[in-house]
């Protein structure tokens, strides 16, 4: 009976860990409200924290800013490297945009705001395919996409899935 309740127990504990990890989730980008702007140096620059967020399919990507002097464009590679706004894929000027990530690869934003890519404004995303979604794996690398790259805020659901492995570690320690 004892064995019986430790894998039931375990299985729950995995079913849990594993739910919070697939969970979609709202990405702030640069982990805070105001980072949509010029960054003042590459330490502050929005690729530095993509590089080395990981970002899944369903996710989204959200962004905080004065839509009345911003925006955000989607745009391709060549766009990207070029800071070229006058053809993007999407344009968002609401100030409060979100875009969810609907496939694995590169996704590519730009400032709209006169300049502002120029100096940095902007962010490659890489979003992780469902068969490199493995806990700890290293997120592909933005160099290639010739911009900086940022480090993510510690992910609620992360914490709880780890918190719960724990608690079932303890619990199976106690039968």
């Not at 989730?25 to 949509?36: H, N, P």
């Not at 053809?87 to 300049?115: H, Q």
């Not at 493995?134 to 992360?158: K, L, N």
């Not at 780890?162 to 199976?172: E, I, M, N, T």
Request: glycine share 10%.
């Amino acid at each position: 009976m004892a064995s019986f309740q430790r894998a039931a127990v375990f299985s729950l504990v995995l079913m849990s860990l594993l739910w919070g990890l697939s969970q979609a989730k709202d990405v702030l980008v640069g982990g805070k409200t105001d980072a949509w702007k010029i960054p003042s140096s590459e330490s502050d620059s929005l690729n530095k924290w993509a590089g080395n967020a990981r970002f899944l399919i369903g996710d989204s990507l959200v962004w905080k800013y004065d839509g009345q002097k911003d925006s955000v464009l989607q745009v391709n590679k060549e766009a990207y490297a070029a800071c070229n706004t006058t053809n993007p894929i999407e344009e968002y000027k609401d100030g409060n945009t979100k875009v969810k990530l609907d496939r694995s690869g590169p996704f590519y934003f730009i400032s709209g705001a006169a300049g502002h890519c120029e100096k940095g404004q902007k962010i490659v995303v890489v979003v992780l395919s469902q068969k490199h979604t493995r806990v700890g794996a290293p997120a592909p690398s933005p160099v290639e996409f010739e911009a900086p790259a940022v480090a993510p805020t510690s992910s609620a659901s992360t914490l709880k899935g780890g918190l719960l492995v724990a608690l079932g570690v303890l619990f199976l320690g106690l039968f």
